[in-house]
């Protein structure tokens, strides 16, 4: 049986009609389906202006909350139509709102669902790790994605999909290699990355230097759909890519322009990787939950010289 199939990255910019804006996804699915795709990634909470470029005060907050919608819900039903038509895979990103089942407290987060080929919703990833920071205020809005999973594995789950078995990086969490290896581990073979970067946010080369670099430690295929556009003085940068399981890049989006990307995926060259044939035969994970105990915290950069350090 073939695991091979083409994947499509549908890099769009966001307007402030969020109707718009979905129109646009779902003829972006007809698009990607006419170019012989089986999965399209889109990037992240491509439904809105990406709200959390300012901190929730003065209303914002609430008035970004006004867009968060259930999964299953509106958006999620007019993707799996989609997927059914098109008998595709189809790994979207929205900003979710989740009611407690006690009738409680209302949860926030950045979900990406998982639509398989049949129009079932296979699930989803929210994002667990949350920055703060100039730009990107997401603790404001965005829970913390491990919020009332039942597992560790829960919080990142690895999806088993007409095409084959993916993992969501959402983001920032892509940065976290905890996250990736648990993904492999965890039997995932691509791993779909929906992004909000701007522009010049990290030093040259290192926005695909570093997906290169786990998709070759983890033996996976990696698929980055990035967000393009001038927002409120925000650049976001495009130039979306697909990497293979040694780490070389496949496919690359045009920079600050709409885009659909196409690349070839063959998930049997995953066992075949340097990653899966030696590196991860040749862990010592015995070795690791001391590494990386929740005490093991980096020494702060301030740190004045003692007896002890001199001796």
């Known amino acids: 049986m073939s695991r091979s199939f083409k994947l499509a990255l549908a890099q769009l910019s966001s307007s402030s009609d969020r109707e718009h804006n979905l129109r646009r996804c779902l003829n972006a699915v007809d698009e990607a389906a006419a170019g012989g795709a089986r999965l399209v990634l889109f990037s992240e ?3 809105d202006r990406f709200f959390p470029a300012c901190t929730g005060a003065e209303g914002r907050g609430a008035a970004a909350r006004a867009l968060a919608e259930p999964i299953p819900g509106p958006t999620t039903e007019a993707l799996a139509a989609k997927a059914r038509e098109h008998e595709m895979v189809i790994v979207f990103n929205l900003y979710e709102r989740h009611e407690l089942s006690d009738g409680g407290e209302t949860l926030y987060f950045d979900t990406s669902p998982v639509l398989d ?14 920055p703060d920071y100039d730009g990107f205020h997401e603790r404001q809005y ?3 994605g491990d919020r009332g999973a039942a597992t560790p594995a829960a919080a990142l789950p690895v999806h088993r999909t007409a095409v084959g078995p993916l993992g969501v990086a959402i983001c ?9 290896r648990a993904l492999a581990l965890g039997g995932a073979e691509l791993v779909a990355i929906p992004q909000a970067g701007v522009l010049g946010e990290w030093p040259e080369g290192l926005f695909e230097a570093e997906i290169r670099a786990m998709a070759f430690q983890n033996g996976v295929y ?7 556009g001038v927002e409120d003085g925000a650049v976001f940068a495009g130039e ?13 989006a045009a920079t600050l322009e709409d885009d659909m990307v196409f690349a070839d995926i063959d998930l049997d060259r995953c066992a075949e990787s340097s990653a899966r044939r030696v590196l991860l035969r040749d862990r ?16 702060p950069t ?10």
């Open 302 to 311: 301030n740190h004045e010289p003692t007896a002890e350090d001199e001796a």
């Open 117 to 130: 080929a049949d129009g079932s919703l296979v699930g989803s990833t929210r994002m667990v790790h949350i």
């Open 222 to 228: 990696a698929a980055l759909c990035n967000r393009v």
């Open 142 to 144: 965005y829970d913390a």
């Open 172 to 180: 920032y969490d892509r940065h976290y290699p905890e996250a990736w």
């Open 45 to 47: 909470v491509v439904l």
């Open 284 to 299: 010592r994970p015995e070795l690791y939950a001391g590494w990386v105990a929740p005490e093991a915290t980096p020494a």
């Open 240 to 252: 979306s890519f697909v990497v293979d399981p040694d780490g070389r890049v496949m496919a690359r």
